[in-house]
């Protein structure tokens, strides 16, 4: 079961689970991302939950709060390029999305939908919608 999007609470809160405070030794992306799950959900701009996903991070309570992006825009993007959180979210960990099956066939309902991307991206939704051998066929 996903999580329902609770736009006023932080990934910190709503995961009750303490990470580390950054030291200095971590990456700016890591420093980023630790920071980044103290914000409210609904505070959290188009590159924050590109980033986050991108890490596989919070994966269930991203999500739904992605696709709700995605349904609006399918190529909003952030810092990097046009899809760029449409390609994080392709990417992210396959057994999270298969956990939620809900949210993979809303996903491969808006991926399906698309045309003229760019070849990188269209490799991305290719690999996604494409049957898979360790399933059977059955898809997210």
Do not use: C
């Amino acid at each position: 079961m996903t999580h329902p999007v609770h736009r006023d609470r932080s990934l910190h809160e709503l995961e009750r689970e303490q990470w580390p405070a950054p030291s200095a030794d971590d990456t700016r992306l890591i420093a980023t991302a630790l920071a980044l799950r103290h914000r409210p959900i609904g505070e959290l701009t188009v590159e924050d939950m590109r980033l986050l996903i991108g890490q596989d991070i919070d994966l269930p309570y991203l999500l739904p709060r992605a696709l709700e992006v995605l349904r609006e825009n399918p190529m909003a993007e952030g810092h990097m390029y046009e899809g760029d959180l449409l390609s994080a979210v392709l990417t992210a960990n396959p057994a999270v999305l298969a956990g939620f099956p809900e949210l993979g066939r809303e996903l491969r309902a808006i991926v399906s939908g698309l045309t003229g991307l760019p070849p990188d991206l269209q490799q991305k939704a290719d690999r996604f919608l494409a049957p898979r051998d360790t399933d059977a066929g059955r898809h997210p």
